[in-house]
């Protein structure tokens, strides 16, 4: 808006000077041709204007029927706006319509322009969206220079042709490229995936079987969803077929491989959220290091996620993409010193420590350093039960507790899940040596009511390799049958209350 109001005045004061009104017109008439010129430009710089609601990857579209209103409005405004100042009305109803023709130009760039930045051109984008306004107000000053002076009439076809050639080709070729090379057309990844939106995400709930805050376990609800798009396991399917078409590459890539990362981590899906997490596409997409680290880092120590661990680091040793900042560099550096310690590989580590040695010029962190581990054997095994009953359909969580001190909770990474068998027992084998804690997701009616043999955090060690938790019990609450008598309706049971989600730690 403000832009908008500097750059009507800027334009109206260049309009004022080519008019050039006589000042024997009166100070009334004087007034009213400041206000229409002013009028008109603001009106003519409306169609540069790209509102954007909260949700929305682009700026909302002009639409035909006010593309139409606002070249009407200019036309009456520029006619009454030149007439006033004492030059003809048709010069400035002509004035109104070439710039409203390039104005239908202009108001493309702002999806044109945030398109570009989706693709990549992360400076590109918004130089040209700031760029847009400026523009199209000297484009608008040069083409009424063409009809007011004196000295540029014999040429004003040629040059206002000119200058709409100058809008038209570039604005035509952009869309057309990036509509058939980027994907550019649909205005959210729902749409352009065809995956469902998030009003469609049902809620599940999740039950932390750790003692914090003074009790056995905490609730809370768990919604897979994020930014309009549902997190369901079709949807992230559907999602990774789509990123795999179209080569990673379009408008939407980056957040469709975002929301595949963090849809996958929500699922408690560890392999499938590593293999995202490791996507490595050169020029379009890059690994993301520090969440595919905490998933080695806590997970099974068995070779295949060893050979993972070498895939990355030799991802990491090939590009700089993804260590542009200096203390990011750090963590990573760290973390893949701190995997190598956890497979007992003190070679792998110290090199990796070497390159954070390196970075100390420019980085004042305090380095950290994880011990050279050799267990690989640790394993967590246990029985879940709904009233009496295995629970087969609900997904058990095992997390390791990361950086826990007697003042933070410490920091959960998910390690793996898995389903109980047909007689309720689960485990998880090949565990490195930590703190670890279980959690259950499912329906919120299979994990209602009181839970018995929450088994907290526990540690798996040198001295300590195999846990078996007690068994695990979830007696579900009985809900009230509706009273009923013929002179009334029944009464709905009161819905259980959740407690508010626990978000994920940002990185």
Not at 126 to 138: R, S
Not at 238 to 252: M, N
Not at 263 to 290: F, I, K, N, Q, S
Not at 466 to 487: A, H, N, Y
């Amino acid at each position: 808006m403000i832009e908008q109001l500097v750059l009507s005045l800027f334009l109206g004061c260049l309009l004022w000077r080519l008019l050039a009104p006589s000042r024997d017109h009166g100070a009334l008439r004087l007034s009213l041709a400041a206000v229409l010129l002013f009028a008109l430009c603001w009106t003519l710089m409306t169609w540069t204007r790209g509102d954007r609601r909260a949700l929305d990857a682009f700026p909302l579209e002009l639409l035909p029927f006010d593309a139409l209103r606002l070249q009407a409005a200019g036309m009456i405004l520029g006619a009454a706006a030149f007439s006033s100042a004492g030059a003809r009305a048709g010069r400035g109803a002509v004035f109104a319509l070439l710039v409203g023709m390039i104005g239908g130009c202009a108001s493309r760039w702002p999806q044109l322009a945030r398109a570009i930045e989706l693709c990549g051109g992360i400076f590109a984008g918004p130089f040209l969206a700031t760029l847009l306004g400026a523009a199209f107000a000297a484009t608008a000053a040069f083409i009424a220079a063409c009809l007011l002076r004196a000295d540029w009439k014999p040429h004003a076809v040629a040059l206002t042709f000119a200058a709409a050639c100058l809008w038209g080709l570039p604005t035509g070729m952009t869309e057309y490229a990036l509509s058939r090379w980027w994907g550019f057309g649909p205005r959210s990844l729902a749409e352009a995936a065809n995956v469902p939106s998030d009003d469609e995400t049902r809620a599940a709930a999740v039950v932390r079987l750790s003692g914090l805050r003074g009790r056995t376990f905490t609730r809370e609800a768990a919604y897979a969803a994020v930014q309009g798009v549902s997190l369901s396991p079709e949807s992230l399917n559907k999602l990774q077929a789509w990123l795999e078409r179209t080569g990673y590459r379009g408008v939407f890539a980056r957040e469709a491989l975002s929301d595949l990362r963090r849809g996958w981590l929500m699922r408690w899906d560890a392999e499938r959220a590593l293999d995202a997490m490791m996507t490595d596409v050169p020029g379009r997409a890059h690994p993301d290091y520090r969440g595919a680290l905490d998933l080695i880092k806590a997970g099974p120590k068995t070779p295949r996620r060893y050979m993972k661990l070498d895939r990355l680091a030799r991802s990491a040793a090939a590009g700089t993409a993804g260590f542009e900042d200096a203390t990011q560099s750090q963590y990573i550096f760290e973390g893949f010193a701190a995997c190598y310690a956890r497979f007992g590989d003190e070679g792998q580590a110290r090199k990796w420590l070497i390159r954070v040695d390196n970075l100390f010029g420019v980085s004042e962190k305090k380095l950290e350093i994880a011990p050279v581990e050799d267990l690989r054997e640790g394993r967590v095994s246990g029985s879940l039960l709904i009233d009496g009953r295995p629970a087969g359909a609900v997904l058990v969580g095992l997390f390791e507790v990361w950086r826990a001190t007697p003042s933070a909770p410490g920091v959960r990474l998910l390690s793996g899940s898995v389903f109980p068998d047909e007689d309720g027992r689960f485990e998880f084998p090949d565990l490195g040596p930590g703190r670890y804690e279980l959690a259950l997701r499912g329906r919120p009616a299979d994990l209602r009511g009181r839970i018995e043999g929450s088994p907290g955090r526990f540690e798996v060690g040198y001295e300590r390799r195999e846990i078996k938790l007690p068994p695990i019990r979830i007696e579900r609450e009985i809900e009230r049958v509706p009273s009923f008598s013929p002179s009334r309706l029944p009464e709905a049971p009161s819905p259980e209350v959740l407690e508010p989600p626990l978000f994920w730690r940002k990185r």
